[in-house]
DNA sequence: ACCGACGGGACAACCCGTTATT
DNA sequence: AATAACGGGTTGTCCCGTCGGT
């Protein structure tokens, strides 16, 4: 297995995916785009659909698994949860913003058409939602989050509200919208520190 | 103009998009499948994207632009948009909810790549927001929302997390996720009021 | 259905089906040879086999189920299928010969490998052996046949030996193989009569 | 020259050939059925056609040029014949019947349109040929079988019935169509014996 | 207003064979 | 003796749109 091509091959259709969706894009142009032939394609993948799973575990999901990952040092956990969520607002571009969240497109586009796709998306899905539940549950054994929240829904209302953020400001075609909105959520999250309550 | 065989045409390709997406949807099979011809559909529309922007016009908006119309006996404005939100959550059956907001799958697939299909979903993005945005500005001069609440950007924010869990619940193909996600949204209003905080 | 289109694809399918077998038959190519394009070709069939399917009900079978067919002045019951037989060798030519039996080809083709192509192949072939064995029961009530005889078995063996006769001459690409076995044939089933034993 | 390799090649390749047809037979999906890859194939074999001569003359040809072997000690030449064509019904079971006689199966596919194939496989059928011509030969000069028959001619009809006798059971899916009409054909060939006739 | 035959360009997948390499 | 990457032509199928008719 030469990986170079393998990665080259799954790095150029991530591309295409993020632009066209998984549907919209066509594999003979991305091949012919590469200076790459249908032989070396299907070399390494037996067809579009694998190559799309592929995409998703190998190019998508790492990005995201690692966005929540919490260490000890890491302050209080609303402040871990916020400096992340404002990171991804730093981090972006405004052309990123405009094409949208890979995740989410993958997830409206192919969730309800696809057993395979909808499987792997989740999986990224439930392990930042777990992630979110776990930092949410540390904070309140430690008396940091004001009690009575869940914090599995807690956690589910924040990717809500994230992936949400990356749609509307995807289809508004603007970064300030994207900011806004996730600063919004993040002075909500505030108001779940115990601090904030009287 | 036969308006009935005109409307059978749009109700059965919005039901068909909502399913499969715009891409997606076969106008072949669709026409076959309400045992018309393509002289019917051609007659009709011009085009296929032509058909998809009276889908979004005819179909589309008037549910959308109607559902945060607000008139003086509403009582308080976020009790009026909370209210509105849930009634989101009871109308919507597991099976819907599995399909997605027609409105947001349309966006994530279609914006980036059609013009057309952008300003229309956006005139219904805008109208949204700024029925919000007014809704909220009433509810500020009246002393009914806590001073310093940016009424645009928190319309803004409100439709990115209803359509976010709207996105969240389809991939997870679970109604109670839309329910709990739009829950934790309107519990965040809550405290939007004057009265809740000391 | 414009009957004129649909008849010359399935006329000039038969021809390259048998020519080249099903499998070896290229849709693309005997389209491109009519001057019709693929959707022609497709407006009346859905793919490849359901054509093949048609090929066999439409332009195999009625050659076939035709040739048997006994009428009350037929005379006796085996020399009217001496006859039919010889039949076959007078109107068919060299060429036709070195092509094989459509039946018998399609038969070893596609008969271990598709069960629609089976089922109809069959169809031809048992209604073959059924004609065979009522004229030999006729035979064998009116006296005219050895006793003994046992009419299911012995239609079973007269197809066997005439589409043999077909293959093997097909291989060996001679006409004259073909008449030659025939008539062996032929010699044989006249001792089934009563009169030629003592 | 590792002949177990090329060995296993042919073999496997032999039994892909009997199931789907030498068209039909996709090398790359038997090489990887194999656990082999392509360059241990075209080590062996220069191309699929060659593959497919070597399959025909080391595979099939030994079995059926073995088959009417004809030795002093062996009895009347008719009651040769029928013992040899009875041992075939004998030893094949269901599923070989259903799967037809390779070289009739070949022979249907391949003879029209591959000169190599034709003339390998002519080469068989004719070694069986010359085979049972010289035993009915044997027959006349010793008096044994009937004076008039045409040994040449009859060597034909008996390869024709016997492998009619395939095609049909195979087509019907059936060994005792096999059976039925091998025995038909045996009861035939007794009346060729000089005492069975007055 | 609607029908249905057809054009025509894609597009995914298949599969035989070659070549550099070890 | 055998591997694996890759080339590249082919094939079946799809599907949007047109056009002449009724």
């Known amino acids: 297995m030469n990986q170079d091509t393998r990665q080259k091959i799954l790095q150029q259709h991530f591309e295409a995916m993020h632009r066209q ?3 919209g894009m066509r594999t003979d142009k991305v091949i012919a785009g590469m200076g790459i032939t249908k032989g070396a394609f299907y070399h390494y993948f037996p067809d579009k659909p694998t190559l799309g799973y592929a995409v998703v575990e190998e190019m998508l999901a790492p990005g995201y698994v690692s966005l929540f990952v919490f260490g000890e040092s890491d302050g209080h956990p609303v402040d871990f949860i916020c400096e992340r ?13 405009c094409l949208g969240c890979p995740l989410n497109n993958l997830m409206q586009e192919m969730s309800g058409l696809d057993e395979g796709f909808r499987v792997r998306l989740n999986r ?5 939602q777990q992630q979110l539940e776990a930092i949410l549950q540390k904070g309140l054994q430690a008396g940091q989050i004001r009690p009575g929240t869940d914090a599995k829904q807690m ?7 994230m ?3 990356y749609g509307i400001a995807k289809s508004l075609q603007s970064r300030a919208v994207f900011e806004q909105s996730i600063r919004q959520l993040v002075q909500f999250l505030q108001l779940l520190k115990t601090s904030n309550f009287s």
């Open 155 to 161: 956690a589910c209302f924040i990717l809500s509200a």
């Open 85 to 97: 969520l404002l990171s991804l607002v730093e981090r972006s571009t405004e052309a990123e913003v």
């Open 124 to 128: 990224i899905l439930q392990t930042m």
């Open 163 to 165: 992936e949400g953020s």
């Open 21 to 23: 969706g998984f549907q």
